[in-house]
């Protein structure tokens, strides 16, 4: 079993930036992926960037290309969004997923599931 644990959120003015992180224990394979979502008030939960396992691959939503960077440190089993240039309409809980097969966007491809970590922009 897979077990997440996201850090990193709080209140941030338009423009700063964050970096969340997610530690991974349990069992992951080297063939694994894991991914940030996020979820705001009303709204579906919505995919934000992936990676695999060994960083080979990764994936970013269209809102997070060219502000979001997603990284790996195998040495440390941890995940990490880096955010750049936030705007209000960042604002949302922040989950981290895995899944032991290749990249998907879909959270329902996601059987394993974080906390979550709010994350505030304000303007």
């Known amino acids: 079993q897979v077990r997440l644990t996201e850090s990193g959120g709080g209140l941030m003015q338009a423009g700063g930036s964050l970096r969340l992180s997610c530690e991974v224990s349990?069992?992951?394979?080297?063939?694994?992926?894991v991914a940030w979502f996020r979820q705001a008030p009303g709204k579906e939960r919505e995919f934000v960037a992936a990676?695999?396992?060994?960083?080979?691959?990764?994936a970013y939503g269209d809102s997070q290309k060219g502000r979001f960077t997603i990284s790996i440190d195998n040495a440390v089993n941890a995940v990490y969004l880096q955010m750049n240039s936030l705007k209000p309409e960042d604002t949302a809980v922040y989950y981290c997923?895995?899944?032991?097969?290749?990249?998907?966007?879909?959270?329902?491809?996601?059987?394993?599931w974080g906390q979550g970590t709010q994350v505030t922009v304000s303007s």
């Open positions: 997923a895995a899944r032991d097969r290749f990249i998907t966007t879909q959270p329902a491809d996601f059987p394993s």
């Open positions: 990676i695999t396992w060994r960083g080979a691959n990764k």
């Open positions: 349990g069992f992951i394979s080297s063939t694994s992926a």
